[in-house]
């Protein structure tokens, strides 16, 4: 099963989330992560409440191959869907479930789930085995 880092968090929550240096260290310790992302002006931003952290469009192929793109505003989906469409990113705000762009269904924690869904428990308290990934603050105490 694939580990998600929500917002990079892999060891409990923390002040740091969405940061890129951070994002990089989840990824280095082996772990995929969500990230939360803005554009705005021409501009991406990563942040969860906001646009916080202004990063280059190469930040987002350079961890590509692990990232789950949480966007934020529907100009970043467009970006997305326009100019990286090869990345795996989705967007939702108070829905059950949503697909990625990849095909994979993200769904809101005790939700029924099948082999293609990422489940979101924040604090990996459920058998979640039978989900194909599981987006987390903290795997360390599992």
Not at 27 to 36: M, P
Not at 83 to 95: A, D, R
Not at 121 to 142: K, R, V
């Amino acid at each position: 099963m694939i580990k998600i880092a929500h917002r990079g968090n892999f060891a409990g929550p923390s002040h740091k989330e969405n940061q890129a240096y951070y994002l990089m260290d989840a990824i280095d310790a082996g772990y995929d992560v969500e990230l939360d992302l803005w554009r705005i002006n021409d501009l991406l931003w990563l942040g969860h409440n906001g646009p916080q952290y202004l990063v280059p469009e190469s930040f987002l192929l350079e961890i590509g191959h692990a990232a789950w793109i949480h966007c934020k505003n529907l100009e970043a989906l467009h970006f997305l869907n326009v100019t990286f469409p090869q990345l795996n990113y989705f967007w939702h705000q108070e829905v059950d479930y949503t697909l990625t762009s990849q095909g994979y269904i993200w769904a809101y924690p005790g939700k029924d789930i099948t082999n293609r869904t990422v489940i979101v428990d924040l604090e990996n308290s459920g058998d979640n085995s039978d989900a194909f990934a599981i987006c987390s603050d903290n795997f360390l105490d599992n």
